[in-house]
């Protein structure tokens, strides 16, 4: 049976290419033509850091002319502006009619207040109001996009935003024609359907494994599924818009709290899956550390918003990004069967979020792909998170079952002691013929397998390889030189290149999937299961390195020896056998003596 990893991978594919065709835009000219705009325009940004307190006659007036900064990057970042800031931009429309377009801003704001000032009549528009603060019904485009309609008259005008936030003032935007709003609100609304509804399916299922197991980690999963749900909700806007638009004390806080309650819900999650409070030490520490840090800003979220910047929440996200990342890989480093799910799941989600982080940083411009690429991570993360979960189930179960039959054995023991000492002898002996068999198949100089048991393996491994249909390499190595290290040093020397060959190949044939022999003389075998040609290659040439950097004390000195690798590794046929993947590999092995040896060669699939 693959591997329960594997098999996670193989789902994990499958969401990825259905999320993927939810995220691929709309080829038409009109999406282009917006995507274009999006890049002239965050060209012609202007913002002033002055509260927005401030009327709109005042900071288009020569007060805070020589304020105004200009925008050179990508995306505009204003960062944490607690009493407000303003944005404003020119606009040509050189046609003799009036122009309409609708300005859609792809990032939260509390509060946006826009308004067009026409710089020949000096006459400005009515102000058109969006945020996650205003109401449904007050929006000037009532949508959970963030939207607002503007009117151009012919000449050049200037738009001006007034805009409140509490999170870092983060200004993707981008001017559409208004029949394109039904279209990105049909797009958006059906991202947003298949994230809550593959969330929500997450939820229910760990909740019903926590009601029928009683195991609060399903529990503590299903806190930290909400807490991404609720992440997403406050940052795309849709929570504001439906759920709590008539609580204004969330509004103003959903965004920030929403993530710290985010991270919070992770560090919880990552302690209690991989069991870091039997593990004690410096790994429990760090990720208390990381706990306290997002209580405190839980906290501060809901006390005091406004001093939520004091914190420096985007670096405290890297920060905990690290510190999860780190926690997982030591985890797995002692052996934890759950950290490399962790681990993997949680580089997915910085993998997808790094777009944002990029545009967040003014590197690359904000689009909808980069922000659906996070919500693909999130439920890729989630998923495997979940199978995370079940595959510990399955060990748990086990381990029952293993426990069961354990005191099952020590009544019959009791019951029936003639019987068990008949049955202890019995093991005595096929545990005696098994290891004379052992012994039988081993190489007595290097430990690995001997001729007789390669092939008995080999034999084995074809079939699993043919069956899964996965490839299958076969390695051939040889000693260069060996005769002369016999005749210059003696058979004794010669003997320890052997072993010490032995030793370096068992390190690199330690898992179920791979395994080494000694076929005789100096020529040596590796087969691993399961690895591609290129992965063989590389393994090829660790082992190729590691022998060149192994030495041998004699009486004159130390002796230095190299090995040459012939690779043979595809998918095994029908009419494959142990002799055609032999003779590949030879085929190659001849080729790297042939090119001077110390070298690795592979032979064509």
């Known amino acids: 049976m693959p591997h329960p990893l594997l098999r996670a991978y193989a789902v994990l594919a499958w969401m990825l290419v259905i999320c993927a065709g939810l995220s691929a835009p709309p080829a038409t000219a009109s999406h282009n033509v917006a995507h274009d705009e999006s890049r002239l325009l965050a060209a012609k940004l202007q913002y002033l850091t002055v509260p927005s307190s401030e009327t709109f006659a005042a900071v288009a007036g020569p007060e805070f002319a020589g304020q105004w900064q200009r925008n050179e990057r990508p995306t505009l970042n204003i960062g944490y502006q607690p009493n407000g800031a303003w944005v404003r931009f020119p606009v040509i429309n050189p046609s003799a009619e009036r122009l309409r377009r609708m300005l859609l801003v792809d990032w939260g704001f509390g509060r946006i207040e826009a308004r067009v000032l026409h710089l020949a009549s000096g006459q400005w528009s009515v102000s058109a109001l969006t945020g996650d603060e205003i109401p449904p019904s007050q929006r000037a485009v009532v949508s959970p996009i963030q939207a607002l309609p503007l009117t151009f008259s012919p000449g050049t005008s200037e738009v001006y935003l007034r805009l409140n936030a509490y999170q870092p003032m983060v200004l993707p935007m981008r001017l559409l024609d208004p029949t394109q709003l039904a279209l990105e609100e ?8 298949a994230f809550f509804g593959a969330m929500l399916v997450m939820v229910l299922y760990n909740l019903s494994l926590y009601i029928f197991t009683r195991d609060r980690s399903y529990l503590i999963y299903c806190g930290y599924l909400m807490g991404g749900a609720f992440y ?9 818009y439906f759920l709590w638009w008539d609580q204004s004390w969330l509004v103003v806080r959903a965004s920030v709290l929403s993530v710290s309650i985010g991270f919070l819900s992770a560090a919880l999650f990552e302690r209690e899956l991989l069991n870091l409070k039997a593990e004690g030490g410096w790994l429990l520490g760090l990720v208390h550390l990381v706990i306290g840090y997002w209580i405190l800003a839980v906290l501060v979220s809901l006390v005091a918003p406004q001093a939520i910047g004091y914190l420096h929440v985007e670096h405290g996200g890297s920060l905990t990004c690290a510190a999860g990342l780190a926690i997982a890989m030591e985890s797995w480093r002692r052996g934890n069967s759950l950290a490399p799910y962790f681990l993997f799941a949680w580089v997915g989600l910085m993998a997808t979020t790094l777009g944002i982080t ?14 659906t690429a996070q919500l693909i991570g999130f439920i890729l993360e989630f998923l495997l998170l979940s199978i995370a979960l079940a595959d510990r189930i399955n060990r748990e179960r086990a381990s029952r079952m293993q426990a069961q039959r354990a005191l099952l054995a020590m009544r019959d023991e009791t019951n029936l002691q003639l ?6 002898r019995t093991q005595q002996l096929e545990q005696a013929n098994l290891e004379l068999k052992r012994q039988s198949h081993t190489d007595a100089l290097t430990g690995l397998s001997n001729r007789r048991g390669f092939d008995e393996r080999f034999a084995a491994a074809l079939e699993r390889a043919r069956t899964d249909a996965t490839p299958l390499a076969f390695l051939m190595l040889d000693l260069d030189h060996f005769k002369r290290i016999n005749d210059g040093f003696g058979h004794s020397y010669g003997d320890e290149c052997l072993a010490q060959v032995g030793r370096t190949l068992s390190t690199f044939s330690r898992r179920d999937n791979e395994f080494a022999a000694r076929l005789g003389g100096e020529e040596f075998a590796a087969v691993f299961i399961g690895i591609q040609p290129a992965q063989a290659m590389a393994i090829a040439e660790q082992i190729r390195e590691t022998v060149a950097g192994l030495e041998v004390s004699t009486a004159d000195g130390r002796l230095r020896f190299t090995i040459s690798i ?35 060669c592979s032979a064509p699939v």
């Open 419 to 424: 019987e068990a000492r008949v049955a202890t």
């Open 186 to 193: 049909r797009d958006s609304n059906l991202r947003m359907g």
């Open 358 to 371: 990029l545009s967040m940083g003014g590197i690359l411009a904000m689009t909808n792909e980069i922000r």
């Open 232 to 240: 997403v909700s406050a940052v795309f806007g849709y929570g504001p």
């Open 566 to 600: 012939g690779i043979a590794a595809w998918v095994p046929g029908a009419l494959d056998d142990q002799l055609s993947f032999s003779k590949a590999a030879d085929e190659a092995l001849y080729k790297a003596k042939a090119m001077g040896r110390n070298r690795v």
